[in-house]
C-alpha cells in the first residue's frame, strides 16, 4: 500500500496558506483583489460615492434647490465649483444630490434583476422540460418588448416616480440574468461532479445552491457591472421623457437632458455630468472585473 | 494499514446476490420534428440481466458505446432506467421516490472516469470529501473533521490537502479525492466507471492497487467498467462483455481469458498488448465501427462484425445461454 502514497512536495509559500486563519484569508482576499492597482482605485471611487450619496444632505455646500437667477448658466468658478444651472442653483450641490438617485435605481433595479432572473434562470436550467419551455418563454415575451416600450408601459400602470421607473428597469433585466444562468447551468449540471452529488444523495436545493450556483457568479457579476451603468443611464432616459424622478428633485438623467438645451451657452452643464456617469460606470465594471477574478480558485 | 480505518464487513454473506439486475432497459429518446416527437431511440442498454454477490468484484468490459456506462449509473439510478428491475439487497429500488432513495445512496457509491468533471472546482477538499456526511448528518463538526482526515490518509493524500482545490492535484491524486469521496459514508458497492482510462499507465496500477486494498479492507462489492481487459483481469473475479447495450458473454476471470467463447470476447482478448516483441499470435481484428444504437443490426448485434457470422444470426436473436456452471454466453454459433 506505501508504494501508493504519493508525498506533496509544497513550497513554503503554499504550506503556510492552508493553515490560514479566517482574519488571515480575509486578508489574502483583498491581497488578491488589490493586486491590480486600477480596481483599489475604482473601489475608492465607488466608496466615496456611496459615502456621497448616505450623507448627501449633511455634505451639500448648499441648498441644491435654491435658485439666484442672477448667476444663472455659470461656467465653474471658485464660488460654484461645477458652475450653476438655467435656474441659478449650484452644480455641485445637485450632483451630490443627484447621486442619490443614480445608486437607488442603479444597485436596487440590478438587485431585484439579478435575484429574481437568477432564480428563474437556475430553476428553468436545472429542472427543464415544461417548466424550462414555460420559464423562458415568458422571458422571450418581455425580452421582445422594446425596453423603452416596457418601461414606458410600466410606469404609466404603476405612476411615475423613482420608484416605479426602478422596478420598471428591473423588469427589463431579469430576462438578461434568467437566460445568462440558465445557459451556465445548463452546462454545468450536465458535468460528473453533479451526478456525483446526486449519488451522495444530495438534495435538489443543495445541488442547486451549492453545486450549481457558484459557477455562475462570474458571468453574473460581469453582467452586473455592464447593467449597474446601463441602469444608471436608463434612469436618465426616463428623467429626459419625465417618467423618472419629478422636477426639482435632481437626478443625473434628468440634468443631462436639461442641460443639452444650454450645450452652446453653458456646456458645462452636460460634460460634468457625463464624467461622473462615466466614472462610475467604468469604476464598476473594473472592480467587477477584480472581483470575479479574485473569486476565482484557479487564479 | 488496516489500523488505520475499521474493517467492515457488513454482509459476509456471500451466497446471496447483493444486486440483481433484471432486463434492464436505457433508451434515450431523441426528438425531433415541430412537436418534438420521438422519433427514434438511442438503445444504450438492450434488456441485460446479471448479479453480484457480496464481496465479489465483477469487471464490465466493451468497446466505446457499448453501454458500460449508461449500465453502471442506471444501477445507482442516476439515470432513470426505462424498463427492468434492479434490486439492491433484497429491495427493489427501480421506482423508489428521490427521498426513499437516499437511504440507499449511503450504501451504492460511484467513482468517475474523469477525475477534473467529476469533483467539484470550487469546493475545498475537505467539502467534497465530507459532503456525504453532511447530507446524512453523520456525526459532530469535529467527528467529521478526523473522518475527512483518515479517509485521505487511507487514499495516499496528506492531511494537508484538506484545504486545497481540486485543480492543484494531478489526476492520480484527484482520482484518490474521488475515492475517498466515495468512501465517506461506508458504502457497501460501488460503481468504478472506468477509474482508471484517464489515468497515466504508471497512476493507473496506483490506483487498481488502491481500489483492490480498500476492497478487502472495507468489504466492499465492486463493479469495475473497463474498456481495457487487461486492467480487469488483474482485479475482478468475474467479467461482464458487453456490447452494443447487450452481454455477450459472462464468465469468471480466469475461465474467459483461457476459454473465450464469443468472437467479440476473442477479439478483445487479442487486443490486449503483450510485452513481448518475439512472440507470434493470431490477432483477431474486429473490421469498422461500432453499428449505430439507433438500428442496433437485427438478430445478433455483433453479426456486423463477426468473422463467423452466418446468415441466420442476422434472424434470431441470440440469448444467454450456459457453456458450463457460471460461464454464459450469447452467440448462435458457439
Not at chain 1, 17 to 31: A, N, S, Y
Not at chain 2, 25 to 39: A, E, Q
Not at chain 2, 193 to 215: C, G, R, T, W
Request: net charge positive; aromatic share 8%.
Amino acid at each position: 500500500m506505501d508504494d501508493a502514497l504519493i508525498d506533496f512536495n509544497f513550497d513554503v509559500e503554499e504550506q503556510e496558506d492552508i493553515f490560514l486563519t479566517r482574519k488571515e484569508r480575509i486578508r489574502r482576499f483583498f491581497k488578491r483583489l488589490f493586486r491590480n492597482k486600477l480596481v483599489l482605485f475604482s473601489l475608492i471611487i465607488l466608496i466615496i460615492l456611496v459615502f456621497l450619496a448616505i450623507f448627501a444632505p449633511w455634505i451639500v455646500p448648499e441648498d441644491p434647490y435654491r435658485s439666484v437667477l442672477q448667476r444663472r448658466l455659470q461656467a465653474p468658478s471658485w464660488e460654484n465649483l461645477f458652475g450653476t444651472d438655467q435656474q441659478g442653483r449650484d452644480m455641485v450641490s445637485r450632483v451630490i444630490m443627484g447621486s442619490r438617485v443614480a445608486l437607488y435605481v442603479g444597485f436596487l433595479s440590478v438587485g431585484i434583476g439579478l435575484s429574481i432572473g437568477g432564480l428563474l434562470g437556475l430553476i428553468s436550467g436545472y429542472f427543464g422540460k415544461m417548466l424550462d419551455t414555460i420559464i423562458m418563454r415568458t422571458m422571450d415575451v418581455i425580452m421582445s418588448f422594446p425596453w423603452l416600450l416596457l418601461v414606458i408601459t410600466v410606469v404609466s400602470i404603476l405612476g411615475t416616480g423613482i420608484t416605479n421607473a426602478m422596478l420598471a428597469i428591473s423588469i427589463t433585466l431579469i430576462p438578461q440574468y434568467a437566460r445568462l444562468v440558465r445557459s451556465v447551468v445548463v452546462s454545468v449540471r450536465e458535468q460528473d461532479f453533479v451526478q456525483g452529488a446526486e449519488a451522495l444523495g444530495a438534495s435538489h436545493l443543495r445541488i442547486i445552491f451549492i453545486h450549481i450556483a457558484p459557477h455562475t457568479a462570474a458571468h453574473v457579476i460581469i453582467l452586473s457591472t455592464i447593467n449597474l451603468g446601463k441602469a444608471i443611464l436608463a434612469e436618465a432616459g426616463l428623467g429626459y421623457l419625465g417618467l423618472g424622478v419629478q422636477p426639482p428633485t435632481p437626478s443625473w438623467g434628468m440634468m443631462i437632458s436639461s442641460g443639452q438645451n444650454y450645450l452652446l451657452v453653458n456646456p458645462y452643464l452636460s460634460i460634468i455630468l457625463g464624467i461622473a456617469v462615466m466614472l462610475v460606470v467604468i469604476s464598476l465594471n473594473i472592480f467587477g472585473d477584480g472581483l470575479r477574478d479574485a473569486l476565482d480558485p484557479k487564479l | 494499514m488496516s489500523t488505520t480505518a475499521p474493517a467492515k464487513h457488513k454482509h459476509s454473506d456471500s451466497s446471496r446476490p447483493l444486486l440483481e439486475v433484471t432486463d434492464l432497459r436505457k433508451y434515450f429518446p431523441i426528438k425531433g420534428g415541430v412537436f418534438s416527437r420521438t422519433v427514434g431511440n438511442v438503445k444504450a442498454v438492450q434488456d441485460i440481466s446479471f448479479s453480484i454477490f457480496s464481496g465479489e468484484v465483477v469487471g464490465m468490459v466493451g468497446e466505446s458505446g457499448s453501454g458500460k456506462t449508461t449500465a453502471g449509473r442506471s444501477l445507482l439510478r442516476l439515470i432513470e432506467p426505462t424498463a427492468g428491475k434492479i434490486v439492491f439487497d433484497g429491495t427493489d429500488i427501480t421506482n423508489l421516490s428521490r427521498k426513499e432513495m437516499s437511504r440507499y445512496r449511503r450504501e451504492m457509491q460511484i467513482v468517475f472516469q474523469d477525475p477534473s468533471s467529476s469533483l467539484n472546482p470550487r469546493m475545498r477538499v475537505e467539502n467534497i470529501v465530507g459532503e456525504a456526511l453532511k447530507i446524512h448528518n453523520i456525526g459532530t463538526k469535529n467527528e467529521q473533521k478526523d473522518r475527512i482526515a483518515t479517509l485521505l490518509k487511507r487514499v495516499g493524500l496528506s492531511s494537508s490537502s484538506m484545504r486545497r482545490f481540486v485543480h492543484e492535484f494531478s489526476g492520480g491524486q484527484r482520482q484518490r479525492i474521488s475515492i475517498a469521496r466515495a468512501l465517506a459514508v461506508n458504502p457497501q458497492f460501488i460503481v468504478a466507471d472506468e477509474p482508471v482510462s484517464a489515468l497515466d499507465v504508471s497512476i493507473q496500477a496506483q490506483v487498481v492497487n488502491l481500489l483492490q486494498d480498500l476492497k478487502t479492507e472495507y468489504g466492499l462489492t465492486l463493479l469495475f467498467i473497463a474498456h481495457d481487459l487487461g486492467v480487469v483481469e488483474y482485479i475482478s473475479k468475474r467479467v461482464i462483455v458487453m456490447y452494443l447495450g447487450k452481454i455477450m458473454e459472462i464468465a469468471d476471470g480466469k475461465e474467459l481469458y483461457q476459454n473465450p467463447v464469443h468472437p467479440y470476447t476473442e477479439a478483445l482478448l487479442s487486443a490486449i498488448p503483450i510485452p513481448d516483441p518475439t512472440l507470434k499470435r493470431e490477432k483477431i481484428i474486429v473490421k469498422g465501427d461500432i453499428p449505430s444504437p439507433i438500428n442496433p443490426p437485427t438478430g445478433c448485434v455483433f453479426r456486423t462484425r463477426c468473422p463467423i457470422a452466418v446468415r441466420e444470426c442476422a434472424e434470431i436473436i441470440p440469448q444467454l445461454e450456459e457453456v458450463s456452471p457460471g460461464h454464459l454466453k450469447a452467440c448462435l454459433r458457439r
